[in-house]
């Protein structure tokens, strides 16, 4: 009980924390930021106004402010208090933590640089195998061996899981969620209803640490959305994306549920795919009216233009489809999870 009631602390905390400092150092960068050269045009905007980059950064201190203070307050419990058990495995947040704070890097040195003046794609592809070494190093110290694959069971792969998925798989997610952007709110809001359906998962299978770090980020998104969500005022830029998509590796990873969350994020594998096919030359934006009417490229090259080209679609709009699509595949990931991993 005990256990029970520390637990709803700690994540209302973590995610209250970081939601109202999010909401007070958004704003903030946005009025320093303004003054500067990171300024971005909006390429869904007829008259591309000119919006304020960099939004990764107040995000990811509202987020890392708000774990390190849990983590304080655990410390505070087990030293002064002398409770004889910990809400936080630190192992395991010490690992996550320095997996994110690489990606965080990693992002913000892209985002410095600017949009298609950033790190290489060969790059984006070898700092998160780099990076994934924490995640590794986590595989080996839980010894996690197995991958559980529906309908066929358990299969053990020995070292190959910690040295060859683990890598692959943190790479994998860290960039595929970096495809399917450029719309406001777009970014924010899907990664708002992934990483709460990844909570449900996480509480189900009594992982604290990981759902206290995911609403702590959860918390920090939703912040960040208001000042993102049409008509933006800040930009995400690719530490946003990054960090995503880092996490949502680093879930799959914790939770031994790659084959789910790999279906939860079948909106981005299949941006991935079209976006293969057109060799990573092309771009989500749609050709923008002055009506504010988007009407998909004729040379496609992103699921975006294959939904802009079944209507007719304003920049809101046509977010609020993704959201509901990234809903309904969300709720059909919640019972499949009930239904075969519970």
């Known amino acids: 009980m005990q256990n029970s009631v520390l637990f709803f602390i700690f994540l209302g905390f ?33 008259n591309k106004n000119l919006v304020c980059e960099l939004g990764g950064v107040p995000v990811f201190l509202s987020f890392i402010f708000s774990i390190f203070l849990i983590m304080l307050l655990n410390f505070v419990l087990i030293s002064i208090f002398s409770f004889n058990f910990s809400v936080i495995d630190f192992i395991q947040f010490s690992l996550i933590i320095i997996a994110l704070f690489s990606i965080f890097f990693v992002g913000f040195i892209d985002d ?3 949009w298609k003046k950033g790190i290489s794609q060969i790059q984006h592809f070898i700092y998160p195998l780099v990076f994934s070494i924490p995640l590794i190093i986590y ?9 559980y694959v529906p309908l066929l069971g358990v299969f053990n792969v020995g070292l190959l899981y910690a040295f060859i998925l683990v890598p692959i798989a943190f790479t994998a997610t860290t960039n595929l969620l970096n ?11 899907m990664g708002i209803i992934v990483f709460l359906t990844i909570s449900i998962f996480s509480i189900f299978q009594g992982n604290i640490t990981l759902v206290i ?12 959305l208001k000042f993102n969500k049409f008509p933006s005022k800040m930009f995400p830029g690719d530490i946003i994306t990054l960090i995503n998509g880092s996490l949502v ?10 084959l789910l969350i790999a ?5 981005f594998i299949i941006e991935f795919i079209i976006k293969a096919k057109h060799k990573f030359k092309t771009e989500c934006f749609g050709l923008i009216s002055k009506s504010g009417i ?22 809101k709009k046509l977010v609020n489809v993704f959201y509901i699509l990234q809903g309904v595949i969300s709720a059909i990931s919640l019972i499949l999870f009930f239904i075969v991993y519970i």
Not at 140 to 146: D, G, V
Not at 179 to 189: I, K, Q, R, S, T
Not at 213 to 224: D, E, H, K, M, T
Not at 263 to 267: N, P, Q
């Open 14 to 46: 973590s995610f209250f924390f970081s939601l109202f400092l999010s909401l007070f150092l958004v704003p903030m960068f946005i009025k320093i930021i303004s003054k500067t050269s990171y300024l971005g045009k909006d390429m869904n905007k007829y």
């Open 112 to 114: 410095i640089l600017g």
């Open 139 to 147: 595989a080996l110290i839980y010894e996690i061996t197995t991958l």
């Open 179 to 189: 495809l399917l952007a450029g719309f406001n709110g777009l970014e924010a809001g």
């Open 213 to 224: 770090i995911l609403f702590a980020w959860i918390g920090a998104l939703l912040g960040f």
């Open 249 to 258: 590796g680093i879930s799959a990873i914790v939770l031994g549920l790659e």
């Open 263 to 267: 279906f939860l994020i079948v909106l």
């Open 294 to 315: 988007i009407k998909p490229n004729p040379k496609g090259g992103s699921l975006t233009h294959v939904v802009l080209s079944k209507g007719r679609f304003t920049e």
